[in-house]
């Protein structure tokens, strides 16, 4: 029988912000549309102190709405303005110099690709989510490995720690990372690329988060 799903969403801003200002107004509406767990700032290939105006922006709004705000890839500006943790990539500071920095209570998840063997090191090292993906076609940035569903399920059976869902999520595909024990959705385009003849961004998170609430969890088998 399947049960009910604890699936939350988890934004991700667009990889650049030109407009800080405008972009903070939409960001709010978004967060006042429906359920968000977390935000995570990822902006790339622009100078740290966009990072910084971006994040000063940004955190003030999130923490309103009761949403944790990290800081992509670096412990270092997530420290300096005061993000609620980070999330690393395999690349990046490695996770015990990210605790290190940021402290016991500091949020810091980990990618983990489509594999079972970064996953649980990354759990036993103490990561407070994993992150696997990409589970589709993303615009976002180019994904090295495609996962599928299973692995959801065969994490969600086996372990306490939560798993993040990323990669090209749209309110059309969401449902089957849902029933497959998705804890939380990571979207980006396919909330603030949302058509807005359609509702745009705050639209998008509430059909989301609707998406969440009529999809039950119902686990995949999977390889042991």
């Known amino acids: 029988m399947p049960s009910a799903s604890n699936c939350r969403l988890y934004l991700i801003t667009p990889p650049r912000l030109d407009d800080v200002a405008a972009f903070s107004r939409v960001f709010e509406a978004a967060l006042r549309a429906g359920d ?4 995570q700032l990822r902006l790339k290939d622009v100078p740290d102190d966009e990072v910084i105006e971006a994040a000063t922006a940004l955190i ?10 990290l800081i992509n890839d670096r412990p270092d500006i997530a420290k300096k303005v005061g993000a ?9 500071a490695p996770y015990s ?3 290190k920095l940021l402290g016991p209570d500091a949020i810091i998840g980990v990618t983990c690709h489509d594999s079972r063997h970064l996953a649980m090191k990354a759990g036993e090292q103490g990561a407070d989510y ?11 940035k180019q994904a090295p490995t495609r996962a599928t569903p299973e692995i959801l399920s065969w994490w969600q059976q086996l372990f306490e720690v939560p798993c993040v869902a990323i990669g090209g999520i749209t ?5 089957p990372l849902v029933a497959a024990g998705a804890d939380f959705l990571a979207v980006s385009s396919g909330v603030w690329s949302y058509p807005s003849d359609e509702g745009g961004p705050a ?7 609707e998406v969440i609430a009529a999809t039950p969890m ?3 088998e999977f390889d042991a």
Do not use: M, W
């Open 60 to 69: 003030p709004i999130a923490h309103d709405y009761d949403v944790a705000f």
């Open 97 to 99: 110099e990210a605790r």
């Open 84 to 92: 609620d943790g980070v999330h690393i990539g395999q690349d990046d």
């Open 218 to 220: 119902s686990l995949l």
């Open 130 to 140: 994993v992150a696997f993906g990409a589970f589709y076609d993303t615009a976002t």
């Open 36 to 39: 968000v767990a977390c935000v």
């Open 171 to 175: 309110v059309e595909n969401a449902a």
């Open 203 to 209: 639209q998008a998170v509430k059909a989301i988060n």
